[in-house]
């Protein structure tokens, strides 16, 4: 089994990039990245922690620059941060070296999910649901930028993760021998 090209999976939080994402690399039998996870193992601190200690840019910093050395290594699925795709260099980057998938999930399914834990720093303050409708009013059109779109509601993770299969076998960005 081949995969091609790097399958970088963007959205909101909440909207199961990890869960998927970890999914979709062990039916692919590549690695899997998650973004954050990285960020965190090199600043030695939480996300939570990074921005309430430096603020989101210097946060973003990082991020871009992490993002930049996972799209370096051999064909993998990767999780990014719910902003990372927001990020015009990192978007760049991630249009040159992967398939980008948008993993589109409506507010209140996000909503359930993001208010199961509390490491959220642009949840921590004032009310979830109108943080989720303001940030996506301001990032769906960017994730809409993706080379696919998944609409996905509270459904199994396996589903979304077939249909991604499907469409990488489809553009031949993954091969069974």
């Known amino acids: 089994m081949t995969l ?11 909207a199961g990039k990890t869960a998927i994402g970890k999914r979709l690399a062990a ?13 965190e193992e090199a600043a030695g601190l939480t996300v939570a922690e990074i921005f309430a200690r430096f603020g989101e840019p210097y946060f973003r910093d990082g991020e871009r620059r992490v ?18 795709f927001m990020d ?8 040159r070296a992967a398939f980008t998938i948008w ?15 509390e490491t959220r720093p642009l949840l921590k303050d004032g009310n979830m649901r109108e943080t989720l409708e303001r ?8 994730y809409a930028l993706a080379d696919m779109t998944i609409e996905s509601a509270d459904e199994p993770h396996g589903a979304a993760v077939e249909h991604i299969i499907a469409a990488l076998r489809e553009r031949r960005l993954y091969e069974t021998p």
């Open 135 to 142: 940030l996506l009013a301001i990032r769906e059109p960017v």
């Open 88 to 95: 015009e260099t990192t978007r760049a980057a991630m249009g």
């Open 103 to 117: 993993l589109k999930v409506p507010v209140q399914v996000l909503l359930s999910r993001v208010k199961k834990r």
């Open 4 to 14: 091609h090209r790097t399958v970088a999976l963007v959205g909101m939080m909440g």
């Open 27 to 39: 039916r692919l039998e590549v690695p899997f990245r998650d973004a954050d996870h990285e960020i």
């Open 67 to 84: 993002i930049a050395r996972l799209l370096g290594d051999t064909a993998h699925v990767m999780a990014t941060g719910g902003g990372a």
